[in-house]
């Protein structure tokens, strides 16, 4: 059904298919588990405490719950955390990591979140700051300065633009060219 939606509007569907997997490790990072009843979340694998993050299989209680499901850790009378069993099962940090999640009793079904959105849903800007925020490293594109200075002037655009290339070294000029690794002469053409 996708395939002829697709198909439809014009869109090769096996280019967007390979773009959706390319892109799967941003969604995994953005999706998280709302707690319902519990019964379909794994305890460890599965982005469902509060902050968005997982139960490592590899730590040293894994062994003893890898096949039991969130419900597993929840009290028989409501739906409250069994801390006991909790912390007996779990180190200090995992335990408290757990019993700080919360549980709200109108949630009834367990259902994927996008975490980044209050309400959520998923939404491409969202999606962007997430990317920018958490999972790529943009580090090396920072540059100190107040940039927001240059964009307020009452200038032109393309002089806007200009100032901001010169601030940030990057004019197209023969010695960036030297600098990306093209073998260019660097002297003036007009008086060499």
């Not at 259902?111 to 309400?119: A, D, P, Q, S």
């Not at 010169?166 to 960036?176: S, Y």
């Amino acid at each position: 059904m996708i395939k002829s939606v697709l198909q439809t509007i014009g869109h090769n569907p096996s280019y967007v298919w390979r773009s959706i997997l390319r892109a799967r490790f941003i969604v995994r990072g953005g999706a998280r588990w709302s707690i319902g009843s519990g019964t379909t979340i794994p305890i460890l694998d599965a982005p469902w405490l509060s902050n968005g993050e997982s139960i490592d299989c590899n730590i040293a209680e894994g062994y003893h719950v890898r096949d039991f499901k969130d419900h597993n850790l929840m009290s028989g009378y409501g739906k409250v955390w069994n801390a006991p069993l909790t912390r007996q099962v779990f180190s200090n940090d995992i335990a408290e990591a757990i019993l700080n999640t919360p549980l709200f009793e109108q949630v009834q079904n367990d259902r994927l979140i996008w975490k980044v959105e209050r309400n959520g849903c998923y939404t491409v800007r969202s999606t962007y700051r997430l990317c920018v925020e958490e999972l790529v490293d943009v580090s090396h594109l920072h540059h100190p300065g107040n940039w927001r200075d240059i964009w307020r002037l009452k200038i032109p655009p393309e002089v806007k633009h200009l100032v901001w290339r010169m601030c940030r070294g990057c004019l197209p000029a023969r010695v960036r060219l030297q600098d990306n690794g093209v073998s260019y002469p660097t002297n003036c053409t007009i008086c060499n």
